[in-house]
């Protein structure tokens, strides 16, 4: 199966931009998606496809893709964004095989 | 409200089997894809298996085949994980998720988990 790989953690200053990112070959064909997960808590979806937020997601939270790489971008990054957040998408060997990236630790200084 | 609640998880000797369940509710739960996603402690995701909204069509991580079984009972809202010959490795907490119905291999609604524990 295909990997994502993120780095393991990344921070910014309060009300700064951020760009966290996901590279992997299956990237080249399928859209990523973007959780957050807080300590202790499930994840949850941030962003899905091109660039979709679910209902509720602030419009801070953005995604794009280029190539082999997915991006999520915070932009005036918050308190409350400070989280690992982990990318996934579909496996390239056309299986129907799911896969995640590490995960990246944000930190909001 | 819309929400997944897993049940089932504990200490189970290695070898040993354990049965979680995810109770749904809030939603049509039989129109929905349905997944379950563990994470094993201070680590990241991994996706284990994924079942139709039917039950006709069934996938597994090549990390569980042959020894998780995937199942759901859409009269009780209900998804199911048998775990059988369980590793040390599978130690982790459990996650029910459900595919949104605007596209598949993502996950728009999970449980808060369930902690399976493998040791003797």
């Not at chain 1, 064909?29 to 973007?34: E, F, I, R």
């Not at chain 1, 957050?36 to 949850?44: D, I």
């Not at chain 1, 937020?53 to 893709?65: H, N």
């Not at chain 1, 989280?83 to 579909?90: H, K, L, M, T």
Request: proline fraction near 4%; charged fraction near 15%.
């Amino acid at each position: 199966s295909s990997e994502l790989t993120q780095d393991p953690a990344v921070s910014v200053a309060l009300g700064q931009t951020v760009r966290i990112t996901c590279q992997g070959d299956s990237l080249r064909s399928y859209y990523a998606s973007w959780y957050q997960q807080k300590p202790g808590q499930a994840p949850v979806l941030v962003i899905y496809g091109k660039n979709n937020r679910p209902s509720g997601i602030p419009d801070r939270f953005s995604g794009s893709s280029s190539g082999n790489t997915a991006s999520l971008t915070i932009t005036g990054a918050q308190a409350e964004d400070e989280a690992d957040y982990y990318c996934n998408s579909r496996d390239s060997s056309g299986n129907h095989q799911v896969v995640f990236g590490g995960g990246t630790k944000l930190t909001v200084l | 409200e819309v929400q997944l609640v897993e049940s089932g998880g504990g200490l189970v000797q290695p070898g040993g089997s354990l049965r979680l369940s995810c109770a749904a509710s809030g939603f049509t739960f039989s129109s929905y894809e349905m997944n379950w996603v563990r994470q094993a402690p201070g680590k990241g995701l991994e996706w284990v298996s994924y079942i139709s909204s039917s039950g006709s069509t069934i996938y597994y991580a090549d990390s569980v085949k042959g020894r998780f079984t995937i199942s759901r009972d859409n009269a009780k809202n209900s998804l199911y994980l048998q775990m059988n010959s369980l590793r040390a490795e599978d130690t982790a907490v459990y996650y029910c998720a459900r595919e949104p119905d605007y596209g598949p291999f993502r996950f728009d609604l999970w449980g808060r988990g369930t902690l399976v524990t493998v040791s003797s």
